[in-house]
């Protein structure tokens, strides 16, 4: 038989992340519970209804954000490019410095 020593981490760890894990999946169902809540209503005029509910809200949600996630992307872009010109002059001067003829 083998005995756990003070030393095995093994059982300590699982002690501690099983219950983590468990709270972060009981974290994360809510919020799918809430966008598949309109296919289980029966009547169809509430059911599409609370569709267009839904479509609206993320909507919003989403506007703002792809407008600035727009002018960032655009921003990150040039400023890569910039990077990359600065990084192409540097190369090109330390070549100019090379003796070709040797």
Same mark, same amino acid.
């Given at each position: 038989?083998?005995?756990?020593?003070?030393?095995?981490?093994? =059982?300590?760890?699982?002690?501690?992340? %099983?219950?983590?894990?468990? &709270? @972060?999946?009981?974290?994360?169902? *809510? +919020?799918?519970?809430?966008?598949?809540?309109?296919?289980?209503?029966?009547?169809? =005029?509430?059911?599409?209804?609370?569709? %267009?509910?839904?479509?609206? &809200? @993320?909507?919003?949600?989403?506007? *703002? +954000?792809?407008?600035?996630?727009?002018?960032?992307?655009?921003?990150?872009?040039?400023?890569?490019?910039?990077?990359?010109?600065?990084?192409?002059?540097?190369?090109?001067?330390?070549?100019?410095?090379?003796?070709?003829?040797?």
């Amino acid at each position: 038989m083998i005995a756990c020593t003070p030393k095995d981490k093994g =059982p300590a760890i699982l002690k501690l992340l %099983a219950p983590t894990l468990l &709270a @972060l999946m009981l974290c994360a169902s *809510p +919020a799918l519970a809430q966008t598949e809540q309109c296919r289980f209503i029966q009547a169809k =005029p509430e059911r599409e209804a609370c569709y %267009a509910r839904q479509e609206a &809200a @993320l909507a919003t949600k989403r506007k *703002p +954000a792809a407008n600035a996630d727009t002018r960032s992307a655009d921003t990150r872009t040039i400023e890569s490019l910039q990077q990359m010109r600065r990084d192409d002059a540097e190369v090109y001067r330390s070549l100019n410095g090379i003796c070709r003829g040797c």
